[in-house]
């Protein structure tokens, strides 16, 4: 038999990790010195995957686990870096497991850094962790600390890998995330070094991670970060105070819960409530029982998290008109004791190029509306692709957390350059992460698309004028002049 690891491990490079639609990976060509019966037998394999259903595809695998071929499991690397969904993805990656694969550990660290709801993220994680891989452990704290970039040998096969110049910040957030629910000590000491990032976005997902990763190591640092000058470390770092507890701990939330801000106030007192109660005993020394992952801090049922996605160019500045009457009508008059969180994508569409700009979902509501009001000095990263279902891509990166009303608020022109690809991120968000996704939208023959995208995400769809929407609040009145399309609940 012929090894094609190798080779195949460089190809992927060239396959983005979603093809843009729900659709099969694309196979490269057969080496030239395999023998035609080799060829054929792996065909045949092949062709029950090649549709574009992925019951059908996950199905399809059973072939591939039956046929314990290493030339065959070579196709299952490339369905497991590459395949639309990310359910054959993972399938794809258990017999790998199951075949006792090398590819696997590196194949679930690139799932854990693609574009995908963070439920899917973190079933690859787990994949990892119980593999103990190192090699994928490796590759995600070269995410962490240098976002999307394939110079790392390590990494080749991983990064960037959705074939498309995305922020860094979005692969070091992904990375953080994925460390923290891998809590090895390789895994903390990146998290720990990632609390100096410049960006407060890296900063406070790496607040966040260590009390998940729960290591004590972290404690003096996060006492360091729960005086940072941007509110979101700070509460990040009061939470994973909480779930830490311990006395240096409770003496910092007692100070905490004095603070003249009163969202860090009120998250220092829950956080204090969470150090003081009793928790169970780690595992005795010299033990093989794994340290558990500390309480968890108590999500705000009544909260809401809120990522708008809109387009940026000159022709819709009344869509940012809109969300910023939005954000004075209900981010800034709703009740304070709630938790709220909002967050922007921003993208331009010129052709088949694009920018998009980002800001991870926030509590500092002074911090939005800077961020937002300066929005049209607008830089990104650029690729080709299109703008909407691109956006949709960054916001699939998003720092969600458990709160349960999640939605995105999308804004557009019209249709999307790839709108069976937008559909289905909209499917991906609202089924894996639970977020309701509704559209405004201006052009009248692009009503199909935006009701099909309210259908597959949960959430309304509405046609407006060109002036301002008097009132935009979620669960309110319809912009002036639009008329609302609902999406089956």
């Known amino acids: 038999m012929t090894s094609l690891r190798p080779l ?56 591939y686990d039956k046929l314990q071929d290493p030339d065959a499991d070579n196709d299952l690397v ?55 891989n190192a090699a994928a452990e490796e590759a995600l704290a ?14 080749s096969p991983i990064l960037n890998p959705d074939n498309n110049r995305i922020d860094d910040a979005m692969a ?22 990632a609390l100096g990032d410049g960006d407060w976005q890296v900063r406070s997902t790496a607040a966040r ?70 928790r169970p005993a780690a595992p005795a020394a010299g033990t093989s029982a794994e340290t558990p992952s500390p309480p968890a801090f108590e999500s705000d049922e009544s909260g809401s998290e809120t990522v708008y996605i809109v387009d ?9 008109r809109a969300v910023r009457g939005d954000m004075e009508n209900v981010w800034t008059k709703e009740d304070e004791t709630t938790d709220k969180r909002v967050g922007f994508v921003l993208y331009r569409d010129f052709g088949n190029a694009f920018t998009t700009r980002q800001m991870l979902l926030s509590y500092d509501m002074k911090k939005a509306r800077r961020w937002f009001n300066k ?31 999640k939605t995105i608020n999308l804004y557009a022109n019209g249709n999307s350059n790839d709108d069976e690809a937008l559909v289905f991120y909209g ?28 259908e597959a995400g949960g959430g309304t769809a509405t046609i407006w004028t060109a002036r301002a929407p008097a009132d935009t609040r979620r669960g309110g009145p319809s912009p002036a002049g639009g008329g609302s399309t609902p999406g089956p609940r």
């Open 8 to 63: 195949l491990l460089f190809l992927v490079l060239a396959l983005p990790a979603l093809a843009g639609r729900n659709l099969p990976a694309r196979f490269p060509e057969f080496p030239a010195k395999m023998p035609p019966a080799q060829e054929k037998r792996i065909l045949e394999v092949r062709r029950p995957y090649q549709v574009a259903d992925e019951e059908a595809r996950i199905r399809a695998l059973d072939a």
């Open 78 to 132: 490339v369905i497991a870096c590459a395949d639309g969904h990310p359910e054959v993805r993972l399938r794809a990656i258990e017999i790998l497991i199951a075949h006792e694969n090398s590819s696997a550990g590196l194949c679930a660290a690139r799932l854990a850094l693609s574009a995908l709801p963070p439920a899917y993220r973190k079933r690859a994680v787990a994949i990892v962790r119980k593999l103990g």
């Open 142 to 155: 070269h995410a962490l600390k240098k976002g999307f970039d394939r110079a790392h040998p390590a990494n």
């Open 172 to 193: 070091q957030v992904a990375a953080a995330i994925a460390l923290g629910e891998l809590r090895t000590p390789k895994a903390v000491d990146a998290l720990l070094a």
């Open 209 to 278: 991670a260590l009390g998940e990763a729960g290591d004590v190591r972290a404690v003096d640092a996060l006492l360091r970060t729960a005086k940072d000058e941007d509110l979101d470390v700070r509460i990040e770092s009061i939470i994973s105070l909480g779930r830490f507890g311990g006395a240096p701990a409770i003496a910092a939330l007692r100070r905490a819960a004095g603070d003249k801000e009163p969202i860090v106030a009120r998250f220092a007192a829950r956080a204090l409530k969470l150090a003081q109660a009793p």
């Open 312 to 320: 940026d160019t000159f022709s819709m500045t009344d869509a940012e």
């Open 375 to 405: 929005a049209s000095d607008h830089t990104g990263a650029e690729s080709s692709g299109a703008a909407i279902d691109r956006a949709f891509l960054v916001a699939m990166y998003f720092n969600w957390s458990r709160i349960p009303k």
């Open 427 to 454: 499917k991906l968000l609202h089924q894996g992460e639970g977020v309701t996704v509704n559209s405004w939208f201006r052009i009248f023959n692009s009503r199909k698309l935006h009701e099909a995208l309210a």
